[in-house]
């Protein structure tokens, strides 16, 4: 079952960083009343915590998630000054970020950190394509937004959707089906209105993983190599998210390919964003594996 969100009116203090910091803008400043729900995007809650982790005030709370046991406080100083298991403990998905461009030798230093990520066999054969450029990424964002445009037409329509089914396979299809196509049929209007990017998040930074569609191994790299990145970005004091939506576009328009300079040959696996976090969070999430045996 999908959680439910309530807010306590009478110690929430209406600042909005909940409906900043949530994936799915769930949470809105429109109404009169200070912050309110969308019954739109409440089926869309991932359960994720981070409203609750963002909250000054605990008002707050997700079905399932509870202050005491679910969360901890943080530890003090910035990730820079942190041991490692401290410091991974502290990380978020960032998805907001201050309007501030990511310094040149920052992004070379998360460059270099994905490079000490294994890989299955050697030579490393992850390919980056590091956007320093922001003025690229706003550029890409509309025709980001025409594929997802077409393929949420193309599964209302019986004809291309047994075409998608036939060319991407069952698995690819059902979360296209399940999950992709209802989220977006949601977040189109407002990405078409300009006025929200839950595609790219306003992101100063970006970084695509891609590599030859022959090599070896080139996923399962590519997926380590994404999490050095971004856990090397928040040890810098940056934030940043891999985020899984915005391959796709790129794989599939050859504008996209171009502007990105991904070669012909190239499969886009992975993308992060990142730039200086706008907000701080209050408290850190605890998650549960959901089985460990020890044998
Ligand atoms: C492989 C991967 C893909 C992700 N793709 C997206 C994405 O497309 N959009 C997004 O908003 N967040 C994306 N995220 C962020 C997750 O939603 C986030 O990590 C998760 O909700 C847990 O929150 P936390 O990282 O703050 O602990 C992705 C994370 C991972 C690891």
């Excluded at 439910?4 to 009343?33: F, Q, W, Y």
């Excluded at 990142?274 to 209050?282: D, V």
Aim: aromatic share 8%; net charge positive.
């Amino acid at each position: 079952m999908k959680p439910r969100i309530r807010i306590n009116k009478d110690v929430c203090h209406s600042c909005g960083l909940c409906a900043e910091i949530c994936p799915n803008r769930i949470m809105t400043m429109d109404g009169a009343d200070g912050i309110s729900l969308r019954p739109d995007r409440l089926p869309f809650c991932i359960a994720c915590g981070q409203c609750m982790a963002v909250c000054t005030s605990q008002a707050i709370v997700v079905d399932g998630l509870a202050y005491e046991r679910d969360f901890f406080a943080l530890p003090k100083g910035s990730s820079e000054e942190m041991p490692f298991l401290e410091m991974i403990k502290a990380r978020r998905a960032i998805r907001v970020f201050k309007n501030r461009p990511v310094p040149r030798e920052l992004l070379e230093k998360v460059v270099e950190a994905i490079t000490f990520a294994p890989p299955g066999f050697t030579p490393l054969k992850t390919e980056l394509t590091v956007v320093q450029d922001t003025a690229v990424i706003r550029q890409a964002l509309p025709e980001m937004i025409k594929v997802y445009d077409s393929l949420v037409k193309a599964m209302d329509n019986p004809i291309a959707r047994f075409v998608v089914r036939r060319k991407v396979g069952a698995a690819t299809f059902n979360t296209l089906k399940r999950h992709i196509v209802p989220l977006m049929k949601n977040r189109l209007p407002e990405l078409k209105q300009g006025t929200e990017d839950t595609l790219t998040r306003y992101a100063p930074a970006m970084i695509i993983f891609h590599a030859h569609r022959d090599a070896e191994n080139y996923e399962e790299d590519i997926h380590i190599a994404l999490t050095y990145g971004f856990l090397a970005a928040h040890a810098l004091g940056l934030g940043g998210s891999a985020m899984s939506i915005i391959p796709p576009p790129i794989q599939r328009s050859p504008r996209l390919r171009k502007l990105f300079l991904i070669p012909d040959t190239n499969v886009v696996v992975g993308s992060m964003i990142l730039g200086y976090p706008k907000y701080r969070y209050q408290r850190g999430i605890k998650r549960n594996l959901r089985n460990v045996t020890w044998i």
